[in-house]
């Protein structure tokens, strides 16, 4: 059983309010990740970190910005909200150990831009 | 360009009789790949996996074959249960980095 958690699972927002999407594992895992996903599409990452002090940007653009100073701590922040990032933001965590890429999934954050 | 494609928006199948998902990849640094399912709200859970030294990897009822020289994968689930009606996503990696998705699969069993 992983234990991942992301607050708050669901959140209707108005335009231009920062927002901090929070993502914890207790599992010790030194990768994190940031995926979004509309409906019916792939996920895709727009931010990862390998470790403390360490975040890379994903494969697709985020105006969203992300910090790792604990182990087990990964929040995402959007500094001003449009209704274009409206989506589901997934967190996830890893052992990172190589070739072997299972990663763990938080519950998600439905976000609503109105 | 997407490097892990599910073809199959959506399958439909019998309770009891045997679900076949579909995976094709272009990258072939991929050397180890997974399949999730994801409930709606929920985030997706790990299934199976397997490493490109292997060409069948099975789990109860669930068996991801992997075939190399056709860049392909499947996922069999038999028998099938309503419970298995999820979106189902394959994924990949090279030497242990990040994951790539696949758009995945709605799989909905019928009673």
């Keep these: ?114 | 360009d997407q490097q892990v494609k599910q073809n199959s928006p959506s399958l439909s199948v019998q309770e009891g009789r045997i679900s076949i998902l579909n995976c094709d990849y272009t990258n072939s640094m991929f050397d180890y790949f997974l399949w999730y399912k994801k409930y709606p709200a929920e985030g997706p859970t790990f299934l199976i996996s397997i490493s490109s030294i292997k060409d069948k990897n099975e789990d109860g009822r669930f068996t991801v074959f992997l075939n190399k020289s056709a860049k392909h994968l499947s996922l069999h689930i038999v028998p099938s249960q309503p419970g298995d009606s999820a979106v189902y996503f394959c994924a990949a990696s090279e030497q242990g980095n990040k994951l790539t998705f696949g758009g995945g699969t709605r799989v909905l069993v019928k009673p």
Excluded at chain 1, 20 to 41: A, F, I, N, R, V
Excluded at chain 1, 76 to 83: K, Q, V
């Design chain 1, 1 to 114: 059983e992983a234990d991942i958690y992301q607050t708050p699972r669901y959140l209707v927002i108005g335009t231009g309010k920062k927002i901090t999407l929070e993502c914890s594992q207790t599992m010790g895992h030194d990768k994190m990740y940031w995926y979004q996903q509309d409906p019916g599409m792939e996920l895709h990452l727009i931010h990862y970190s390998y470790g403390v002090n360490s975040t890379e940007k994903g494969d697709l653009s985020s105006e969203s910005t992300v910090s790792r100073i604990r182990t087990e701590h990964f929040p995402l922040t959007l500094e001003s909200a449009r209704p274009s990032h409206t989506s589901q933001y997934l967190c996830a965590s890893s052992e990172g150990q190589p070739f072997v890429e299972t990663q763990y999934f938080g519950p998600g954050t439905r976000l609503l831009v109105l």
